[in-house]
């Protein structure tokens, strides 16, 4: 009898602590004893700083098992890009609060490279003993030869590269054209400060191809091309004309650029308001050869051989109605005025021996305002007037050019 007692008591105490160790071990299960929840920091998206928005080819995520909140695996992201040159690409943005978790390499940071597999990890800034990671895969998707896009995308020249300037400069105009290959595919414009220094600017330059290359004229052969890189200082200064071209993976294609440089006013005059004959009075027909004289400060020659204004406007007259007498007004030089060279103001009136107005009779002013208009004509390389059919060619870079006109006239009352 007290055998089957106690053979009965050894069974009750042993199932008790069979069902007491049972139910500790299910409590380490459901509860790891984290209070993170990294349901927040999966990464739904993966945005590359090097590649436009939406552009990929390929995008497919594999996202961890979470248990509670915690990771127990790795999750996998794969992107496929179009074919490009960048041979570095970085994380632009992540969606989670960065005052929750942070993520290695950190966002902008270059570390990704193409077919080579990079773990990224996230750690909760409230318990760093937990992460989460990504095994990420970036592939770029080769491209025939034949179908490479060939082209430059921007065009600039920024301070940091350039000391003489005091801002970044980008392209004024980049123009497509369709012209034999080897010649030209398209014309670049760019506008620099007065005073840059023509001969020493170092452009930076986005392009699609596999290669870019130089030359300090728009003929040449592929040998005398040199290989650019953004580092490289150039001389743009006339007669130069920097020509890039670009290739293809197998130099089966190219695609040239001719770059023009110049600055936005290149006509100065000495002075900006000039008054006629000496301040003595003006009347009928008369020729003032040199009125005043400009210079250019732009890098390419000026060769028309005479600049008339493209408008002159009164803006003061002894009389009631507003008669223009000026036969011509025009900006001329007896040769190519080159950079730094100077040509003169040349003014022609065609005035009555006297004004009748209003007003008690004497000397008065006669005034206008004489615009001129300018464009860089890149046939010839030249400074040229506005012509009336206008060239599609020609780059329309300049601002117009104003100067004041003064001539005392002689006035009878009415």
């Given at each position: 009898?007290?055998?089957?007692?106690?053979?009965?008591?050894?069974?009750?105490?042993?199932?008790?602590?069979?069902?007491?160790?049972?139910?500790?071990?299910?409590?380490?299960?459901?509860?790891?004893?984290?209070?993170?929840?990294?349901?927040?920091?999966?990464?739904?998206?993966?945005?590359?700083?090097?590649?436009?928005?939406?552009?990929?080819?390929?995008?497919?995520?594999?996202?961890?098992?979470?248990?509670?909140?915690?990771?127990?695996?790795?999750?996998?992201?794969?992107?496929?890009?179009?074919?490009?040159?960048?041979?570095?690409?970085?994380?632009?943005?992540?969606?989670?609060?960065?005052?929750?978790?942070?993520?290695?390499?950190?966002?902008?940071?270059?570390?990704?490279?193409?077919?080579?597999?990079?773990?990224?990890?996230?750690?909760?800034?409230?318990?760093?003993?937990?992460?989460?990671?990504?095994?990420?895969?970036?592939?770029?998707?080769?491209?025939?030869?034949?179908?490479?896009?060939?082209?430059?995308?921007?065009?600039?020249?920024?301070?940091?590269?350039?000391?003489?300037?005091?801002?970044?400069?980008?392209?004024?105009?980049?123009?497509?054209?369709?012209?034999?290959?080897?010649i030209r595919n398209a014309r670049i414009a760019i506008v620099v400060p007065p005073g840059t220094d023509f001969s020493n600017l170092t452009p930076t330059i986005n392009f699609k191809g596999s290669s870019l290359t130089y030359h300090t004229d728009t003929d040449g052969n592929d040998s005398d091309f040199k290989e650019f890189t953004n580092e490289t200082s150039l001389d743009f200064k006339y007669p130069n004309i920097i020509t890039f071209r670009i290739y293809n993976s197998n130099k089966s294609k190219s695609y040239t650029v001719p770059i023009y440089v110049d600055v936005k006013n290149p006509i100065v005059f000495d002075e900006s308001r000039v008054t006629l004959n000496n301040g003595n009075t003006v009347s009928r027909d008369n020729l003032f050869?040199?009125?005043?004289?400009?210079?250019?400060?732009?890098?390419?020659?000026?060769?028309?051989?005479?600049?008339?204004?493209?408008?002159?406007?009164?803006?003061?007259?002894?009389?009631?109605?507003?008669?223009?007498?000026?036969?011509?007004?025009?900006?001329?030089?007896?040769?190519?005025?080159?950079?730094?060279?100077?040509?003169?103001?040349?003014?022609?009136?065609?005035?009555?021996?006297?004004?009748?107005?209003?007003?008690?009779?004497?000397?008065?002013?006669?005034?206008?305002?004489?615009?001129?208009?300018?464009?860089?004509?890149?046939?010839?390389?030249?400074?040229?007037?506005?012509?009336?059919?206008?060239?599609?060619?020609?780059?329309?870079?300049?601002?117009?050019?104003?100067?004041?006109?003064?001539?005392?006239?002689?006035?009878?009352?009415?």
């Amino acid at each position: 009898m007290y055998t089957r007692f106690f053979l009965i008591l050894v069974f009750i105490i042993t199932n008790s602590v069979y069902i007491s160790c049972s139910s500790s071990d299910d409590s380490i299960v459901d509860d790891p004893g984290s209070s993170v929840n990294f349901e927040n920091a999966l990464l739904k998206t993966f945005p590359l700083s090097e590649v436009d928005p939406g552009s990929e080819e390929r995008f497919s995520t594999e996202q961890p098992t979470l248990v509670n909140g915690v990771p127990q695996n790795k999750g996998k992201i794969t992107i496929q890009i179009s074919y490009t040159e960048v041979s570095k690409f970085s994380l632009k943005q992540v969606e989670f609060n960065s005052s929750d978790f942070s993520i290695s390499p950190e966002v902008g940071e270059p570390s990704i490279i193409p077919n080579q597999i990079i773990t990224y990890t996230i750690t909760s800034t409230k318990d760093s003993s937990i992460s989460l990671q990504y095994d990420v895969l970036v592939t770029i998707k080769e491209v025939n030869p034949g179908d490479e896009m060939l082209g430059i995308t921007s065009f600039r020249f920024l301070k940091d590269n350039n000391s003489t300037l005091d801002k970044d400069i980008n392209s004024f105009e980049i123009r497509e054209e369709n012209t034999v290959p080897h010649i030209r595919n398209a014309r670049i414009a760019i506008v620099v400060p007065p005073g840059t220094d023509f001969s020493n600017l170092t452009p930076t330059i986005n392009f699609k191809g596999s290669s870019l290359t130089y030359h300090t004229d728009t003929d040449g052969n592929d040998s005398d091309f040199k290989e650019f890189t953004n580092e490289t200082s150039l001389d743009f200064k006339y007669p130069n004309i920097i020509t890039f071209r670009i290739y293809n993976s197998n130099k089966s294609k190219s695609y040239t650029v001719p770059i023009y440089v110049d600055v936005k006013n290149p006509i100065v005059f000495d002075e900006s308001r000039v008054t006629l004959n000496n301040g003595n009075t003006v009347s009928r027909d008369n020729l003032f050869d040199n009125v005043v004289e400009f210079t250019n400060q732009g890098n390419y020659p000026i060769t028309a051989s005479r600049i008339n204004a493209s408008e002159i406007k009164i803006t003061e007259t002894p009389e009631v109605n507003s008669v223009n007498y000026y036969r011509n007004i025009s900006l001329r030089s007896g040769k190519i005025i080159h950079a730094g060279k100077k040509g003169r103001l040349v003014v022609q009136t065609n005035f009555p021996a006297n004004f009748v107005g209003p007003g008690f009779p004497g000397i008065k002013e006669y005034i206008v305002n004489a615009k001129f208009e300018t464009v860089l004509n890149v046939t010839n390389e030249e400074i040229d007037l506005l012509p009336f059919s206008i060239r599609s060619t020609d780059f329309h870079i300049y601002d117009p050019v104003d100067i004041e006109i003064i001539a005392k006239v002689f006035v009878f009352e009415t």
